[in-house]
């Protein structure tokens, strides 16, 4: 009979659940209004998401939702990624705030004037150094350890359950899909219109 499973599906539910009483309000508004402000100018503003490992697929996943809202997004690594520009956005997720490829990729978008959104655990990192918006968000990640009384103490982090990066990017995930249904209700999507967006040639 399995056991870790739901114990472990408890775990992360109890701790998604915790982050969201401890999630900046003041910056995730800073975060939407950029987004809603950018999709309401029709498309001149590009949005760049960056992210690595598990990090880059929740991001993968938060750009394809922002398309079918009707932003001009695309996601660092592909191939048709245009050049980033003074007034885009650039949105990078790293839990620790030092992966290098994130750091280095951030620096360059603040070079050129672009906006910089930090989703991160640590806002004294690198990462969150450079940024112009920095949302915390709560979790463990595969290179910090969390052991302050905040996260061990408050959140509850049980390494065995939530291996490596689990609860950051499954926070962050969640965090994302909220973004996107407040996006929604401030532009005024439906559902349809999303679905009209979805991909229609599917492998």
Do not use: W
Request: aromatic share 6%; net charge neutral; with cysteine.
């Amino acid at each position: 009979m399995v056991k870790y499973v739901f114990e472990t599906m408890r775990e992360i539910v109890s701790f998604i659940q915790n982050a969201i009483d401890v999630i900046d309000p003041g910056q995730t508004e800073r975060f939407v209004s950029l987004l809603a402000t950018a999709a309401r100018e029709d498309g001149d503003r590009k949005i760049l998401v960056i992210g690595a490992g598990r990090s880059g697929l929740v991001g993968r996943a938060f750009a394809m939702r922002l398309m079918h809202i009707g932003l001009n997004v695309y996601v660092l690594g592909d191939t048709i990624v245009p050049s980033i520009s003074k007034g885009d956005i650039v949105i990078a997720i790293s839990g620790s705030g030092k992966t290098k490829l994130i750091v280095t990729a951030a620096e360059t978008a603040k070079n050129v004037g672009a906006t910089v959104v930090a989703l991160t655990t640590y806002p004294d990192s690198p990462l969150g150094k450079i940024a112009d918006i920095v949302v915390r968000i709560p979790g463990r990640t595969k290179h910090l350890e969390m052991d302050d009384y905040f996260a061990r103490q408050i959140l509850g982090i049980h390494e065995p359950l939530a291996p490596l990066g689990t609860l950051f990017e499954d926070t962050t995930l969640v965090f994302l899909d909220g973004i996107c249904v407040e996006l929604m209700q401030r532009l005024g999507k439906k559902e349809e219109e999303l679905k009209r967006r979805h991909a229609n040639i599917e492998i």
